[in-house]
């Protein structure tokens, strides 16, 4: 069964870091682009930071605050995430997808998402 496993989330301090973790089972991530997406309570999901072979794209409010590797021998996809704000309080999901898209449309729209993880709690609050 392919899954996609997040980790890491809780509640941190406003400036504050946290690592995400995505596991792929069952599902080889170094083949496919990564999204890592998010929800706010009462808000719509948005794409945060996603991936292509060659292209990287960013949500306007996390440049420079957020990064995205990736460790394919753990099969894991990280996203780190420093200087923490309020309104970074979301569930945040990863996702893994590709065909013939563009890094925009896979944030923006999630076009070419096939696999998705049912998400972890970040929690920015003092």
């Known amino acids: 069964q392919l899954q996609l496993v997040e980790s890491g989330g809780g509640l941190v301090q406003p400036g504050g870091s946290l690592s995400l973790s995505c596991v792929g089972r069952?599902?080889?991530?170094?083949?496919?682009?990564i999204g890592w997406f998010r929800q706010a309570p009462g808000k719509e999901r948005e794409g945060v930071l996603c991936?292509?072979?060659?292209?990287?794209y960013y949500l306007d409010s996390v440049k420079g605050r957020f990064t995205i590797s990736r460790d394919n021998a753990k099969n894991t996809v990280y996203l780190q995430m420093n200087n923490l704000k309020p309104e970074d309080t979301a569930v945040y999901y990863c996702?893994?997808?590709?065909?013939?898209?563009?890094?925009?449309?896979?944030?923006?729209?999630?076009?070419?998402?096939?696999?998705w993880g049912k998400g972890t709690l970040v929690t920015v609050s003092s």
């Open positions: 996702a893994a997808g590709g065909g013939i898209t563009t890094v925009e449309a896979m944030c923006t729209a999630a076009t070419g998402m096939h696999y």
């Open positions: 991936i292509t072979d060659d292209s990287t």
């Open positions: 069952g599902v080889t991530l170094e083949y496919y682009y």
